[in-house]
């Protein structure tokens, strides 16, 4: 599991990797138009720098020589129109094409959230959140960098230096030729940077990784480490994957601190050339000083998209590796399925029936073994057990969290795997141990944001089960803001809240999945009224460590290690003394106990 982690975070990376190409542009697809228009817009500007030199050539070999005002005059206007229209005609593109990738890659990331919304929980249970989180941000955005600057700025590259080479030609074959001896040396120094930027910038991401990854589980325990004075030995860990991430970064920037003073360094070898031999041939009058002059600026101006074009490369590389990690996220299928033909699941009346039923989280380790039961519409059943028995295994199977490995469970006599999952959760609502809340307000959470929910049935909600006490004395009542996972709640107020979300939905089957967590004799005696007031007219599954619950409930069953072991109403199971009489008095020594506290 986390092997894999890391090992999708060491995905090097082909610069060009003719399959996953083929699926990104798909996503341009839609904007195909505009690019091929961007494209060729491009090779309008690319001519416009190479004219340039050759503007100047004429000035000087023509009207300089000449001493024609009139005509410098021209081209020098000629000159400065060049630099304004290509000044504007960028503007554009360059809004143009960040536009177009933003495009595109606002699609891609509503499509990955889509997806990761499908996959079944049990992809959650391995993967880690920042792992997802840096999929939808770092991951696309590199992709940004590709659709945007990436592709359409090769051509511009390309047809820059197609212009400048056949400027060059026109003007003096040797000495183009002269001139582009460098070239070699230009290749190989660019050939080795890029092998080496490529390496060090493995480094970089795997170190960022362990960095975000660290900073995330720490301030989720914040308290922990507080509590712990951790604070110093924390730091120390910390810093130690700061510097391994500071010294990964400074190495690839050394790389690229060789690489642009290379360039620039066979750029004036270059120039030097042209001097040499240029010059010898002005003197021997084979050519113009114009064109000496033209040469010179074009050698400036050729290196500029050669470097540029090294660093589309990385764009690329790290363009494909994300991309490589994306989809294989959009390929992951671990989805709950739907029945191709769902059965017809309407107004239901609660009946739930499990038959065989065997399931496993992990491959081979089955937690819940052979278990039969079924519950008569209206019914309230608690299940008992002890921690790690598998009694919210139960819930999460009946409510396809999980699919089950044999065996078949039944809601009004149609196996859950022939209807719609919409439709069955419809008719379902859970209040989970962990209560979890939105960032909103109290009245969004109750509600969940469903406009089927007036903000008269969210208060009568709350009302019932006796959270609107605690609601109305908050400044802002129903619409104080909630902060992530209900941070500014107490544990009891948010279990309140959780009560009065399923009420709102009315569902026709309640399942409550309680924590016995540290609530206070009063709470717990408010949460018990909502309880009784929830459990009416509906079919409930109750997993209760309250006796009172327990007590009132129409069946009771024993779950132990993954097995029903006894099931019965309270009397019976009492009169049996196996394992729910041993809990029994376990937990009726414990409430005496409370009692004469
Ligand atoms: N388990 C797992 N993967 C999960 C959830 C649970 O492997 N995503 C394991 C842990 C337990 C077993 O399954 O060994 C049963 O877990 P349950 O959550 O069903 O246990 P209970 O709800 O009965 O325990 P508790 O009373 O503590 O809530
Ligand atoms: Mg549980």
Do not use: C
């Not at 030199?53 to 021209?74: E, F, H, Q, R």
């Not at 004036?268 to 010059?279: D, E, H, K, N």
């Amino acid at each position: 599991m986390s092997n894999d982690y890391k090992k999708d975070d060491e995905i090097l990376g082909k610069a060009y990797d003719s399959k996953l190409m083929k699926r990104l542009l798909s996503y341009a697809k839609p904007y195909r138009k505009y690019i091929i228009f961007a494209i060729l817009m491009n090779v309008v500007v690319a001519s416009l720098g190479p004219i340039r030199p050759y503007l100047t050539k004429i000035a000087v070999d023509n009207y300089i020589a000449n001493s024609d005002y009139k005509g410098l005059m021209i081209i020098g206007l000629l000159l400065l129109a060049s630099l304004l229209f290509q000044a504007v005609i960028q503007y554009f593109l360059i809004y143009f094409t960040e536009y177009l990738g933003q495009k595109i890659i606002y699609d891609l990331r509503s499509q990955l959230f889509s997806h990761v919304q499908k996959l079944a929980l049990k992809f959650f249970d391995k993967t880690p959140i920042g792992r997802l989180v840096t999929r939808v941000t770092n991951d696309i955005e590199s992709l940004n960098a590709l659709f945007s600057s990436g592709i359409v700025m090769v051509f511009s590259d390309i047809f820059i230096i197609l212009w400048i080479f056949g400027f060059m030609f026109f003007l003096d074959v040797k000495l183009s030729l002269v001139t582009l001896s460098v070239l070699p040396f230009l290749f190989y120094g660019t050939f080795l940077f890029r092998r080496k930027v490529r390496e060090s910038y493995r480094d970089v991401r795997l170190h960022l990784a362990r960095l975000n990854s660290y900073m995330q589980e720490h301030i989720t325990g914040m308290n922990i480490v507080q509590i712990f004075n951790k604070e110093k030995s924390e730091l120390k860990k910390f810093s130690s994957i700061n510097s391994d991430y500071r010294k990964s970064n400074i190495k690839s920037i050394f790389y690229y601190a060789v690489f642009f003073p290379s360039v620039e360094l066979i750029s004036s070898v270059a120039v030097g050339l042209i001097i040499w031999y240029g010059g010898g041939n002005v003197l021997s009058s084979t050519i113009t000083i114009g064109v000496l002059f033209a040469f010179i600026q074009y050698t400036e101006m050729f290196f500029r998209p050669i470097r540029d074009l090294s660093e589309k490369y990385n764009i690329m590389q790290t363009a494909m590796a994300s991309s490589e990690r994306i989809f294989k996220l959009l390929d992951n299928k671990a989805f709950i399925n739907n029945s191709d033909t769902p059965l017809n699941f309407d107004n239901i009346k609660g009946e739930i029936e499990f038959k065989n039923v065997w399931f496993e989280y992990k491959e081979n380790e089955p937690v819940l073994k052979d278990i039969n039961f079924r519950i008569n519409p209206g019914e309230t059943v608690a299940i008992v057990g002890a921690t790690g028995a598998g009694k919210t295994s139960i819930i999460n199977i009946l409510t396809r969290f999980y699919d089950i490995k044999s065996g078949n469970i039944f809601v009004d006599g149609k196996d859950i795997k022939e209807v719609n999952k919409r439709d069955l959760r419809k008719y379902i609502s859970i209040v989970l141990q962990d209560v979890f809340l939105f960032s909103g307000t109290i009245s969004s959470n109750i509600s969940m944001d469903n406009p089927n929910i007036s903000y008269e049935k969210i208060k009568k909600a709350a009302e019932l089960v006796g959270a609107d006490k605690f609601i109305e004395a908050l400044p802002n009542k129903y619409d104080e803001i909630v902060m992530e996972r209900g941070a500014t709640l107490s544990v009891g107020q948010k279990q309140l809240i959780s009560f009065a979300r399923a009420l709102a939905y009315n569902p026709q089957i309640l399942i409550l999945d309680e924590a016995t967590s540290s609530i206070d004799t009063e709470t717990e005696e408010l949460i018990q009224k909502a309880i009784e007031k929830l459990l009416i007219g509906r079919t409930a599954i109750v997993i209760a460590h309250r006796l009172s619950t327990i007590q009132n409930a129409d069946k009771i069953i024993v779950l132990h290690k993954g097995e029903i072991r006894e099931t019965g109403n309270h009397q019976e199971l009492l009169a049996k003394k196996g394992i729910y009489y041993k809990l029994y008095q376990l937990q009726y020594k414990d409430q005496e106990i409370n009692k004469s506290a």
